[in-house]
């Protein structure tokens, strides 16, 4: 399997987690030493371990977008080792409506993702109307 | 030339841009309509335009990393309209020991970019020693 089809079969559970917060076939797809980086606190920086990603994601659903996040792709580049979704996101961040665009790289190995970094672009939290 | 031969040419412009202030080869790899977004104010969102631009990154240079931000390269993915650049980027922001992580992505059409969007990781700049 192509590399991009390894990590489009992740990042569609990747997805279906933020959307749902049901992250068990995601966290099925990460290497024992799954490392990952993301902008903001508590997780802030270089994270290491599936542990440490279950803890991330089930956080991510549990208090931050409790009625999940919902993302559209809009780009995807590859190479030999990494591919990176260009995604916008929509949903509400601690019951406010959010939007954001976010640039989401996954390191494949074999059939599963190794590496995970997250980049955010306009940092915001709309205003309710 | 291929795309990534294309933005490989901008980005050692670009990196020479952050580095010196000198962003005259950038500009000129620009085409009328390039637009960009970038994640904080004074230029948050969407911009479109070469004078938007201009103003922007000599804004970056002449206000923000006045002494130079340097940028070393991770990663390049691509497609066949855009070439994505994992950098690491380190200098001083308003005179602060500053370090971040970025995916910059370039859309290339023929021998000009035509967009960019930056997307920022760990944000954050570090105490002076």
Redesign the interface.
């Known amino acids: 399997m192509s590399n991009i089809a390894v990590a489009t079969i992740a990042f569609d559970y990747f997805s279906h987690g933020l959307a749902s917060g049901e992250w068990h076939d995601f966290f099925k797809m990460l290497t024992e030493d799954f490392s990952f980086?993301?902008?903001?606190a508590p997780f802030?920086?270089h994270n290491v371990g599936q542990d440490k990603a279950k803890q991330f994601f089930n956080y991510v659903s549990q208090q931050v977008f409790t009625t999940g996040l919902f993302l559209t792709v809009e780009?995807?580049?590859?190479?030999e080792n990494?591919?990176?979704f260009?995604v916008k996101s929509q949903g509400l961040m601690f019951d406010k409506p959010y939007t954001n665009?976010?640039?989401i790289?996954f390191d494949v190995r074999g059939d599963r993702i190794c590496g995970y970094?997250?980049?955010?672009?306009?940092?915001?939290i709309k205003d309710a109307d």
């Open positions: 980086s993301f902008p903001v802030q920086g780009r995807i580049t590859s190479n990494t591919v990176v260009e665009q976010a640039a790289s970094r997250e980049y955010l672009s306009v940092i915001y």
